[in-house]
């Protein structure tokens, strides 16, 4: 594109011809990157919500981009497309609680593919959600926040009002529990 210059610079002026140019020429990248990472979803709602999402912000801080040509710039709405994205994914994926042990809940990750396997998954899964139902609110929240979403410690700290290192020990004691859990499971006691 020989004119993605003029058309940044254009963008930074807040011209609305260069946002509308920029949605033409990129809305089949963004949109690929935004559907990869809310593809476990599976809502297209969402995924649109998404890409215009990207588009504004990119709208609302073009003035922050300061690299040179077609290439940084596209390197730079993908980075925004990527982190928008996963932003949505979390906080999508925060409505979505275990299930306790003695209801019928969503499996935490797909079933394999025997019979066999199948069943040895839904045992584990079971045993699982007995383990991580045997925690405190607290000490769940931060194990899922940490492990299902991938927040890091500070952030999960920020959010729960506990210090860092308080979130770390938390997260410690939880895996030390899972693996004492999983060790008894094992012996065939619990």
């Not at 940044?8 to 002026?13: A, P, S, V």
């Not at 990248?29 to 297209?44: C, D, E, H, N």
């Not at 215009?52 to 003035?63: I, K, Q, R, Y």
């Not at 980075?79 to 928008?84: D, L, M, P, S």
Request: with cysteine.
């Amino acid at each position: 594109m020989k004119t993605n210059n003029n058309v940044i610079g254009r963008l930074k002026n807040r011209e609305e011809d260069a946002l509308e140019f920029i949605m033409d020429e990129y809305f089949p990248l963004v949109k690929g990157i935004v559907r990869q990472v809310l593809l476990p979803i599976g809502s297209r709602e969402l995924a649109e919500e998404c890409i215009s999402d990207v588009f504004l912000a990119v709208w609302h801080h073009a003035e922050k981009f300061k690299g040179e040509g077609e290439e940084d710039f596209r390197k730079w709405l993908c980075a925004i497309a990527k982190y928008r994205a996963i932003d949505f994914y979390r906080r999508e994926r925060k409505c979505v609680e275990i299930p306790s042990s003695d209801r019928k809940g969503i499996d935490l990750f797909p079933p394999q593919e025997s019979a066999e396997e199948q069943v040895l998954f839904k045992e584990n899964t079971k045993e699982m959600k007995k383990l991580l139902n045997s925690f405190s609110s607290t000490d769940r929240n931060i194990f899922i926040m940490k492990f299902f979403w991938g927040m890091p410690s500070e952030e999960i700290s920020r959010k729960l009002g506990l210090t860092k290192s308080a979130v770390d020990n938390r997260i410690y004691r939880s895996k030390k529990q899972l693996v004492k859990g999983v060790l008894s499971i094992g012996e065939g006691g619990n």
